[in-house]
């Protein structure tokens, strides 16, 4: 039993008040007829673009388990469909960081990215001058080590 001026919302089955339904009949509030709408247009966008089939962007995220495939991080906004700008084949799904900037930033050039996890492996400057050298007096920034650093410390 609903309380005066509320209703049952048939799809989310949540007691609404009056103003949340479209005329004396409706049956479904606004915020699921919103949800619905955005659901059917990106579905829409996603087969028109990138021609993946219904059901087949689910389909990904299910694979993904809702992750994105570079950062393994989830996100509130869902995630973007990645596609190969030449050839046009869809790669997966990646959160707007990763698709936006990372591979933007690289110009999904697969070497690109390999020399910048080498770089960020294996520093120049501590091997042009032998030594690392520290940003300011601290030698250490929140959680942060190296195994020279650790090596130091252990000696």
Do not use: W
């Amino acid at each position: 039993m609903t309380r005066k001026g509320y209703r049952r919302c048939a799809r989310c089955e949540r007691n609404r008040a009056e103003r949340f339904f479209a005329g004396k009949r409706g049956r479904i509030c606004a915020t699921c007829k919103r949800k619905s709408r955005s659901q059917a247009s990106h579905a829409a966008r996603v087969q028109a673009v990138y021609g993946l089939g219904p059901g087949e962007y689910d389909a990904l995220v299910a694979g993904q388990q809702g992750r994105c495939a570079i950062c393994d991080g989830t996100r509130r906004q869902r995630l973007s469909v990645d596609h190969d700008h030449r050839s046009g084949v869809v790669r997966g799904l990646l959160c707007r960081r990763c698709n936006g900037r990372l591979l933007t930033a690289a110009r999904d050039d697969p070497a690109l990215l390999r020399r910048a996890a080498d770089y960020l492996d294996s520093h120049p400057a501590t091997r042009i001058l032998g030594r690392e050298v520290y940003v300011g007096s601290a030698p250490m920034k929140r959680g942060y080590t190296s195994p020279a650093l650790d090596k130091r410390i252990a000696d």
